[in-house]
C-alpha cells in the first residue's frame, strides 16, 4: 500500500538525519487521497489531480515537486509507479512576504492578551505569552522554539538543538529573558505541567505550531493590528523579522558597525548563508534612508 511505502521513505531521509516532518504530512495526505480512489501505484493524472486542489499555486508546486521525487524512489523498484515530468506545476520560486515590522507596543499588547485566552486558570494562557514573548526577543523561529527543552536553558543562553538544516546553535539571552523563562517554568510546575518540554499546553504536550500561528492571527484580529482572515497583516513569523530589523536599527549611523553587526546576527539567527541577513535591510526604514543618502551623494560626486 502506497502508506506503507511512505512510512519507509520518510524513515529511510530520518535515518539520514533529517527532520522530513513536512514532507511526511504532504506525502501522507497524498496517500490517503491515492487510496481513497483505489489506487495501488502512483499515477501521474492522480498527481496532477490532487495538487489541484491545493489554495494556492505555491502550495500546488510544493507538493507536486515533494511527491515526484517520491515517485523516483518507487519508480526504482517498481516501474509501475509514474514518473511526472519535472516542472508540471511551473518552475517559480514562491515570493517572500512582505514582513510587517510591529511596533513594541504592539508586541507587548499581544503578550498581555494571551493571558487572557482559555481555557483560564491553566498552563496554556502563560505559555503562549511567553512563547510569544520570547519569539519578540531573540529571533528564534517557531520550530526552534516549541523543540527546547527545560535543561536548554542555560547560564549562558539557549541551546538550539534542533535548527534549520540540522545545525546546533547558542543563543545568548538577555537576563530579563532568562527570568521571564525562570518565572514561566515556576508556573508551569505549579500548574502541573511535567515532562522535559519546556513550552507545554494543559494536555502536557508541547502546543502545534499551527495551532501557535492561529492564534497569534486572532490575537493580532482581536487588537487590530490585522484585518478579516486574507488580507495582509502581521504574522508569527514577523516577530523573527521586527527582532532582526530593530537589531539592525542600532547601527543606523554607522556603516562599519552594521557590517560588523550583520555577520554576529546571522550566526545569532543561525542562517545558512550572511546573503539571507542581508535580506533584512529591505525591512528596515531607518536603514534603508541611509543606503539612500550614501547613494547620492556618490551619485552627484560627493563624498560617501
Not at 495501488?40 to 491545493?54: F, M, N, V
Not at 507538493?63 to 515517485?71: E, H, K, S
Not at 508540471?88 to 493571558?115: C, D, N
Not at 562599519?256 to 539571507?276: D, K
Request: net charge positive; glycine share 6%; hydrophobic share 40%.
Amino acid at each position: 500500500m502506497l502508506s506503507n511505502h511512505v512510512m519507509r521513505y520518510v524513515d529511510l531521509h530520518q535515518k539520514l538525519g533529517l527532520r522530513f516532518d513536512a514532507q511526511r504530512r504532504i506525502l501522507e495526505r497524498y496517500a490517503r487521497y491515492a487510496m481513497t480512489h483505489g489506487d495501488r501505484h502512483i499515477r501521474i493524472s492522480r498527481l496532477q489531480e490532487w495538487c489541484a486542489t491545493a489554495s494556492s499555486s505555491n502550495r500546488a508546486r510544493t507538493w507536486f515537486d515533494t511527491v515526484r521525487r517520491f515517485c523516483t524512489f518507487l519508480n526504482a523498484e517498481d516501474p509501475l509507479h509514474e514518473i511526472p515530468p519535472a516542472n508540471m506545476f511551473g518552475r517559480g520560486k514562491r515570493r517572500r512576504p512582505a514582513p510587517h515590522i510591529l511596533e513594541p507596543e504592539q508586541i507587548r499588547a499581544i503578550v498581555i492578551a494571551a493571558l487572557d485566552l482559555p481555557p483560564k486558570d491553566t498552563v496554556n494562557p502563560q505559555t503562549y505569552s511567553h512563547l510569544f514573548g520570547l519569539l519578540s526577543a531573540t529571533g528564534l523561529r517557531i520550530s526552534e522554539a516549541l523543540a527546547l527543552q527545560r535543561q536548554d536553558v542555560t547560564d549562558d543562553g539557549l541551546i538550539i538543538r534542533y535548527a534549520k538544516f540540522g545545525k546546533r546553535r547558542l543563543v545568548p539571552i538577555h537576563a530579563t529573558t532568562r527570568q521571564a523563562l525562570k518565572d514561566y517554568v515556576a508556573i508551569r510546575n505549579r500548574l502541573g505541567g511535567d515532562g522535559d518540554d519546556l513550552f507545554v499546553v494543559c494536555s502536557g504536550r508541547v502546543p502545534n505550531r499551527a495551532t501557535v500561528c492561529r492564534i497569534f492571527l486572532q490575537l493580532a484580529r482581536k487588537l487590530g493590528f490585522r484585518g478579516i482572515p486574507g488580507t495582509p497583516g502581521p504574522r508569527l513569523h514577523d516577530l523573527r523579522h521586527t527582532f532582526a530589523a530593530r537589531s539592525l536599527e542600532t547601527c543606523a549611523h554607522d556603516r562599519m558597525a552594521v557590517s560588523r553587526h550583520m555577520a554576529t546576527l546571522s550566526t545569532y539567527l543561525g542562517h545558512s548563508s550572511i546573503a539571507h541577513t542581508y535580506w533584512y535591510l529591505e525591512a528596515t526604514p531607518v536603514l534603508l534612508h541611509k543606503i539612500a543618502e550614501v547613494n547620492e551623494a556618490l551619485f552627484e560626486g560627493g563624498a560617501a
